[in-house]
Structures are given as structure tokens and as C-alpha cells.
């Protein structure tokens, strides 16, 4: 595709998978419906049972029984548990361990069974079970019966249990994990770490993620919904099926809402043991468009009758949007220019490891919209289905990943090991399941893959996901982006994404293949720090760096050279920075992983200084187990770096910060600069009433403004922010008194009793003015009394070994966190209490619903 304008118009259709039990073969319109796809579809979460062999905790090992499939098998004796479940997150944090996959122990052989009963009624039904992923190599068996396997961890998949099933009788689900023969370069997690599902249908029915909505044709008047339904026919015999949708409103609640459009009935014959798709089309008029500031969504309701009798039901959520990536205009979401602020994010949530919460989920896209971000990178695999669907309610724009590798690996046992049998169903899983979200709005075919100058790979995997889906532009994220578009790789694509190396943006834009290829900065900065640490003349101390924002690897760049490079270049798409969140494992700079060097591939000098590094680091085995990439630390406490972008990001909003605190009495008379991040353009800061000058910033080259010869006096640091002439924000800092209380704020003070639903309840360490004590470190410990228990607890300290599971975790920098939640069924009143020798101790209330 090489026309300068490339337009991808697009109505999405969503399964989004969340939740609880669908019994009814429609909906109530006063009733959010919490799982779409077929009704009767119910949650498959509690009531495991999980036995860990292999590797264990402490390094030891248990060999695996033969048969724990078999029905007969003994396990009376494992653990009881509810899914979602991360088995290696309670550790213990081992030195011993790789820190770049978090030195926790996550490799093992786990085996997980379920005992369930499926009613007699439910004789002549098909019945499924769907995990939303499972870490990895899963293997399911039902009754002893073995039903099938899909490795790759990130991917939701389906199982047809019906061949085994016994209706009216126990049943017993076996699911075989084994991480041991799987590698990776972050924290993977180990588990069923996402949700499962025990679905139910005709033998006549929508196929899973059978359904496929588009827009040939938008505009303020209406909207053409063309739809593809793909029916299989599960029975012994040709069936005539009448097939028939209509369109509701759908509002954040995912509750339906008024009918605006009814399809076309049609009638198909569809042989036995096959599926036939059929493709439907209605008008919806005056149509409400999916935008990152207004995601409207509707949901398209789509019945299956066989003799005149219904025998299926399933919902599609879905939004009516355009797209249109054009090389020197860059991205048009509905016709107007929408610059990209995105952060890519691995996976996992941090203290709760790799188990996926939605409300721990909706959180960090909380802060994360809050900070200005407008898209996410899913780096670098298929996502949880519920970020997505949290992405289309809150209205972010998702590059969707697939492979962090090709045929060629960077560690032994990565996808590498899996691609030549299972690249396209892996790619065509992904999109089935995805392509109908209006939030994803880029396919990528991978992340820095040692294959990246493979031309035929690269028109490969691209020819299958555009064979699935060609309303949406695919790309890639380059490290070697020279290499790509001189082999002509690049060519197979339609946007090309590229991880820092800007240097030759200039020279690819000359180049007659690319010049009308649109350019995205997949991945972005690399910027580290710690929060709350401030180094004078090194940043890089006590395995901490310095928050003054000036500290990256080589490959990397400040935060305010990136924004230059996109004010160079005002045609690029924007950027995903790396990362938004720090995240468990690839502690960088004190991370020894040798794949660090692929990001020099074609800089020999680079490669051995590197490699010297590595080797070095390698001797002092850091005690680092966490990133320090993230603008946000690993508990969701922002750093200096979220006020650097929300300024830029949010140029409309006031907002001042300065940097460092002001508790530095080693320092008096000493120079400690002071940057100051704002939305404005010009600002003055004091020093105990006086004035230290007033600076203005030059559009395009300066993202901050610097006091760097300020003299350290104990006191009121201040500043005072204008915009055009006239005063727009103020910030200020002062020196505090000794440590003498604790205080508690909760994001949320109402949870539901459900036992999953969570508050993130935050500690600050203050002085008896209420003024948090920045340099302080007390041990802290938590209780709960009522109907609520301690899930886990942090503080953003990426060299902690403190268990997320403690009760008690120091303060790092004057914060910590505790994660609470209901105990399920029981409402209430939760108290939660923080108590630390020698302070005051506090406690708040939070209700259980």
C-alpha cells in the first residue's frame, strides 16, 4: 500500500468477556449484562482445586505423579482456591533468581481440577469451556479424557467438552500447566491467570467470535453496520436456520439501551458437522461515534432459529468510528488529528502479579487518562480480554501485539519453540477475538523480533491478520528500523512502528518506498528513575536512580528529547512510551539480560561497551526485582515523570510541579537544582519569599523549566505558572517537621461483596502539620477487622523482597499501599488500620456492598 492516504474505516464488534453467570436467552434493559457473546455463558472461576510440582518455591523439586488426570486420581489434598490465580507471585523473592523475570519463582509444573456437575436438562447441549489464558503449555483433560492443548500463555482459547461430558453426573476438569519449558525477558505470571468460562449452546449456534461488524459507510446522518455471522451446525443433520439482529445503545455499564436498527432476516442451510457465514445489513441513523472523548458504543443482539424456535442468543457490543493514517498528516480518529500519547505496559498488576483484576485494571487506565495518556501498547502479547473492554468504555485507542518473537528467539524456550505450528492460529485467535473492539485501532505483528529483516515472515504473518481483518493498518515494532526498510520488509506493512532511533527519520522520509508510509514511535524514552530518590552528580546510587529524569539506557532518551523529536517531526503518528507503569522483572540498568544488546545489533562499539556492563552486573547480582521504566512505580504512585507528561499531554489543564522535596539538611548552602514541570510557558519560583528569576520555554525545545544553581535553605520552595500573560497554576514545597503520624486515602471507599472488587488504600508517612516526610522509611503494619481481608501490600521500592502477601512493608520515601478487599457474600463495614512504632497510628472504614 504505497497511496500517500490510507483510510481504515471501521464499526467494531466486541466479545467482551467479564464476569458472572447469563442465564436468559435475551436482556433485560434495565440490567447491565456482564458477559457478552452467548447468554448462557457462566462464570467457571471458583471451586479449584491446585497442586504445584517440578520446581518449587524454594529451589527444591516434586516430581509429578502419573494420571492426576484421571478421575480417580486423590486430591483431597490441594489447595482450594478461586480463579483468577498466579501461582509464583507469593514467591519468596529469591537473589538467586533472574531479576528479569522479577526473582520470583514462576517455573513449575502446576495442575488445576475442577469437580462439576452439568444438569440432566442440559442433554443434546454443546458444551464449552473458555479460558481467557492460561501460563502456559496448557494442556485440558475432561474425565480422564484427553480434549486438547494450547501453549501460547497470552491467548484465549476455546474447548469443546461435549464429546466427554457426563450430564446429571460429576464431572472433573484437569487443566496441566508447565512454565518450566517456557522462557521469557519479563514476569510472566504462572497459571489459569485469567478468567474461565462454562459456556452452553444448541447444537445450531453463533460460533465463538463468530460474529464480524463493519462500517462501509459513516456519516452524520447514518451509519451502514454490515455484518458477517458465521452459524456452525454441531448436529447429525442439514439444518435450515433463520438468522436475525437488531442494534441497541450501550451505555458505559455495558447496559442496553434504546433500538435504533433492525437487520435483514436471513435464512441459510448449513450441513451437518459444518458452519456457513452469512452477511447482514442495516442503517443505524444519526449515529453516535466512538471517540477517545465520547466512546459511544451500541450492541447488536443476534437470535438463531430453527422451525420457527430460537435456539441461540449472542450479544456484540461493537462502536461506529473512522481511521485514517495518512504519512504527512498522521492520525485522523473521525476526521480530526488526534496526536498519539501512549505507554506501552506488560501484562502484570503489579503486587497482585499476573491475575487479572478489572478493578485493579481500571485503576491504572484511571491515572494513566488522568496524566493525558489516550493509548495503549500491549506489549508484547495479546492482551486480558477486560483491558480491552475497559479501552473501548473509557475511550483509549489500543495497538494490539501478538509476538515478542518469530522463528528466531531471545531466550531458549520463548515463542520460538511454538511458531512454525502455531503462528496462524495464534494471530487468527487474537484478531477473531479482538477485531471487533472500537479501541483497537493497530494490528502488530510483532516487537523487536530477531527475524525483522525477513521479508517473507514479515508478508506472512501480515497476509494473515489482513486476510482476517483488513479494516485496520498493521505494523511492527522495529529496534533495527534501517535493517527493515532496506530489506524491504517494511514494504509488507502498512504503518511502520519504530523503537527509538529517530536519528534517521529524515533519510527514511527521502526514501521512495516510505516517504508516504506513515511513522509511529512504537516505543519510546526509556527513561528510569525511582520515586522520590534525588542524586546530585550520579543517578545512578544504592540500586536506585535519580528522579530528575535525565537517566536512560543507551538506546533511550530523556522524556523532553523525545517530545523534540516529535516536534521535529510533526507528521509522525506520536508515540507509546516506554512504559507507563513499572512492572515485575527488567530491572534496567541493573538487569543482565544479554537481549538488551540485540538494541545495537548493527553498533558493534555499542554491543561490546554493553556487553562489558552486563558482565559486570552479572558479578554484583543486583538485588533489583522490578522496573524502573514506569512514569508510575509499581504501586500506582506517580513519579516527577507523570507530571512531565500530563504538562505536555494536557496543555489545557493548569498544573505545576516542582522538583526535588526540600528536605535535604546535609545540603545547606549547597546547590540543588530545581526543575519545575507545567502547562504553562513561563513561570517564577521563590525561595523563602524571594525571587530565584523567571524563565520562559521555547516552543518545541523546552518541556521544562531549570533553576540549576539554586542554594539549598531549609523553608518554602514556590512557583508561580502563567500562559499567555496571565497566571495560570502555582506549586509548592516545603521543609518538613520529623515523622509523627500516619494518613490513609482510598481511590475507592465502596466496593462490592464480591471478592474481587478492591481498594487501593494509600499511606503517606506526614509530620504533625499533615506534610508528607519525603526521606522516611518506618515499618508499617496493617490489620483489617470486619468483613474484609488484606490482599497485598507495596510501596514502589523495586529492590523490596518484602512478600506482596506481608502485613507488613516499610514505607519507601514516605508512601506504602495496602490492597483490600470483601470476603465474598459479606457486607459491611471494613476497617482498616495502619499502625508504625512511634507514630500516630490511623484508620479508615471502607463498605462492602
Not at 510541579?657 to 545540603?667: A, D, G, M, S, V
Request: hydrophobic letters at 35%; proline letters at 5%; a neutral charge.
Amino acid at each position: 500500500m504505497n497511496s500517500i492516504k490510507r483510510l481504515f474505516s471501521l464499526n467494531i464488534a466486541i466479545l467482551f468477556i467479564l464476569g458472572l453467570m447469563i442465564t436468559t436467552s435475551s436482556f433485560s434493559q434495565d440490567k447491565a449484562i456482564i458477559r457478552m457473546g452467548a447468554t448462557d455463558t457462566h462464570s467457571f472461576d471458583d471451586s479449584w482445586l491446585f497442586i504445584r510440582y517440578g520446581l518449587q518455591p524454594d529451589g527444591s523439586r516434586i516430581e509429578e505423579p502419573q494420571n492426576a488426570e484421571s478421575t480417580t486420581y486423590n486430591d483431597n489434598a490441594w489447595q482450594k482456591l478461586s480463579l483468577p490465580h498466579d501461582w509464583a507471585i507469593t514467591g519468596p523473592f529469591r537473589i538467586d533468581l533472574e531479576g528479569g523475570t522479577g526473582k520470583l519463582p514462576w517455573k513449575g509444573i502446576g495442575w488445576y481440577r475442577k469437580h462439576f456437575t452439568v444438569p440432566a436438562a442440559d442433554a443434546g447441549q454443546q458444551i464449552f469451556v473458555d479460558f481467557d489464558g492460561a501460563m502456559a503449555n496448557a494442556k485440558i483433560y475432561l474425565n480422564g479424557h484427553y480434549v486438547g492443548t494450547w501453549p501460547y500463555g497470552y491467548n484465549s482459547f476455546r474447548m469443546d467438552l461435549t464429546p466427554y461430558i457426563k450430564v446429571g453426573k460429576e464431572n472433573i476438569l484437569a487443566v496441566r500447566l508447565d512454565t518450566e519449558n517456557w522462557d521469557s525477558r519479563w514476569y510472566p505470571g504462572a497459571g489459569i491467570y485469567r478468567h474461565v468460562w462454562l459456556v452452553k449452546t444448541n447444537p445450531v449456534h453463533v460460533a465463538n467470535w463468530g460474529t464480524y461488524i463493519t462500517t462501509p459507510t459513516i456519516s452524520d446522518a447514518s451509519a451502514t453496520v454490515k455484518m458477517a455471522v458465521t452459524i456452525d451446525n454441531q448436529s447429525k443433520l442439514p439444518v435450515e436456520a433463520s438468522v436475525q439482529t437488531a442494534v441497541f445503545e450501550l451505555d458505559s455499564h455495558n447496559k442496553p439501551g434504546a433500538k435504533v436498527a433492525l437487520f435483514n432476516k436471513s435464512i441459510i442451510k448449513i450441513e451437518a458437522d459444518t458452519n456457513t457465514t452469512t452477511t447482514i445489513q442495516a442503517i443505524v441513523k444519526d449515529p453516535k461515534r466512538w471517540d477517545i472523548i465520547s466512546p459511544n458504543r451500541y450492541m447488536a443482539q443476534t437470535t438463531v432459529s430453527v422451525n420457527g424456535k430460537v435456539v441461540d442468543t449472542y450479544n456484540t457490543p461493537f462502536g461506529i468510528r473512522t481511521i485514517e493514517f495518512i504519512a504527512d498528516r498522521g492520525f485522523l480518529l473521525n476526521g480530526r488529528r488526534i496526536e498519539i500519547q501512549g505507554t506501552c505496559n506488560h501484562h502484570d498488576l503489579g503486587a497482585l502479579g499476573a491475575a487479572i483484576n478489572t478493578s485493579a485494571l481500571r485503576r491504572e487506565l484511571t491515572i494513566l487518562k488522568t496524566m493525558g495518556c489516550n493509548a495503549l501498547r500491549t506489549s508484547h502479547n495479546p492482551p486480558a480480554p477486560e483491558l480491552l473492554e475497559l479501552a473501548d468504555q473509557m475511550g483509549f485507542l489500543v495497538w494490539d501485539e501478538a509476538f515478542d518473537c518469530w522463528k528466531h528467539g531471545k531466550r531458549e524456550l520463548d515463542y520460538n519453540k511454538l511458531y512454525d505450528e502455531w503462528n496462524v492460529r495464534d494471530l487468527k485467535a487474537m484478531v477473531h477475538r479482538d477485531e471487533n473492539h472500537p479501541s483497537v485501532f493497530i494490528w502488530s505483528i510483532g516487537n523487536e523480533v530477531m527475524d525483522q529483516r525477513n521479508v517473507e515472515m514479515t508478508k506472512h504473518l501480515a497476509d494473515v491478520v489482513r486476510g482476517e481483518d483488513p479494516t485496520r493498518p498493521i505494523s511492527n515494532g522495529y529496534n533495527d528500523p534501517d535493517g527493515g526498510r532496506e530489506s524491504g520488509a517494511v514494504e509488507a506493512l502498512d504503518l511502520m512502528g519504530v523503537n527509538y532511533f529517530f536519528n534517521q527519520q529524515a533519510k527514511w522520509d527521502a526514501d521512495p518506498r516510505y516517504k508516504n508510509k506513515p511513522t509511529m514511535g512504537s516505543e519510546t524514552s526509556s527513561c528510569v528513575s525511582s520515586r522520590g530518590e534525588y542524586f546530585f552528580g550520579n543517578d545512578y546510587q544504592n540500586w536506585q536512580i535519580s528522579s530528575y529524569d535525565n537517566a536512560y539506557p543507551g538506546w533511550g532518551c530523556s522524556p523532553d528529547e523525545q517530545f523534540r523529536t516529535n516536534a521535529k517531526y510533526p507528521h509522525l503518528l506520536g508515540e507509546f512510551v516506554w512504559t507507563g507503569f513499572d512492572y515485575i522483572g527488567e530491572p534496567t540498568p541493573y538487569n543482565s539480560d544479554e537481549t538488551n544488546l540485540q538494541n545495537f545489533r548493527n553498533d558493534p562499539e555499542k554491543r561490546k561497551e554493553l556487553a562489558a556492563k552486563l558482565d559486570e552486573l552479572r558479578k554484583k547480582n543486583p538485588p533489583s526485582r522490578s522496573s524502573y521504566f514506569g512514569i508510575v512505580d509499581l504501586a500506582g504512585f506517580p513519579k516527577d515523570r507523570f507530571y512531565l507528561y500530563q504538562s505536555h499531554w494536557r496543555p489545557d489543564y493548569p498544573m505545576a510541579h516542582i522538583l526535588p522535596h526540600w528536605n535535604w539538611p546535609e545540603r545547606i548552602g549547597k546547590i540543588t537544582p530545581v526543575n519545575v514541570y507545567t502547562s504553562g510557558d513561563e513561570a517564577e519560583l521563590f525561595l523563602n519569599g524571594k525571587s530565584l528569576g523567571r524563565k520562559t520555554k521555547i516552543p518545541g525545545k523546552d518541556f521544562r523549566l531549570v533553576w540549576d544553581s539554586v542554594k539549598y535553605a531549609p523553608g518554602e520552595l514556590k512557583v508561580v505558572c502563567y500562559k499567555n500573560g496571565k497566571q495560570w497554576a502555582t506549586d509548592v514545597v516545603k521543609t518538613t517537621g520529623e515523622a509523627a503520624r500516619l494518613t490513609l486515602s482510598a481511590d475507592r471507599t465502596v466496593i462490592k461483596a464480591d471478592g474481587a472488587d478492591l481498594s487501593y488504600i494509600t499511606v503517606k508517612v506526614t509530620d504533625k502539620d499533615g506534610l508528607m516526610v519525603p526521606r522516611s522509611h518506618p515499618l508499617i503494619k496493617f490489620s483489617v477487622a470486619g468483613p474484609g481481608e488484606i490482599v497485598a501490600t507495596d510501596n514502589g521500592d523495586a529492590t523490596s523482597f518484602v512478600s506482596f502477601q506481608s502485613h507488613e512493608r516499610p514505607a519507601f520515601n514516605g508512601m506504602a499501599l495496602v490492597i483490600v478487599k470483601a470476603k465474598k457474600g459479606q457486607t459491611g463495614k471494613i476497617v482498616v488500620k495502619a499502625e508504625s512504632a512511634g507514630l500516630v497510628s490511623t484508620a479508615m472504614a471502607i463498605t462492602s456492598k
